[in-house]
């Protein structure tokens, strides 16, 4: 299991592969909304496990920094009121 210290850690790798600079401020974002107390399954732990299976695939992706951008984000906005989620 990845802990919170390794996901700001692997957040800053991620974002600053993916655009040349550092937002520490958007991984605390996302983090807090994957945190949100309404969550039952998109939580961080989900993020932490999504992140960890993707380290032993990486080598197999075309576009590993891309994908990984889309991990963090792929559950990143959670509302329950909506039947589209």
């Known amino acids: 299991m990845i802990d919170?210290?390794?996901l700001i850690a692997?957040?800053?790798a991620t974002?600053?592969?993916q655009t040349g600079r550092a937002d520490e401020t958007l991984g605390?974002?996302?983090l807090a909304g994957y945190a949100e107390s309404h969550r039952r399954y998109h939580t961080v732990q989900h993020l932490a496990?999504?992140?960890g299976f993707f380290a032993l695939t990486r080598t197999a992706c075309r576009h590993p920094?891309?994908?990984a951008t889309a991990l963090w984000f792929h559950d990143a906005i959670y509302d329950t009121q909506r039947h589209d989620n």
């Open 49 to 51: 496990e999504c992140l």
């Open 65 to 67: 920094v891309e994908d």
């Open 10 to 12: 692997h957040w800053h």
């Open 4 to 6: 919170a210290t390794q």
């Open 15 to 17: 974002w600053s592969a």
């Open 28 to 30: 605390v974002r996302l």
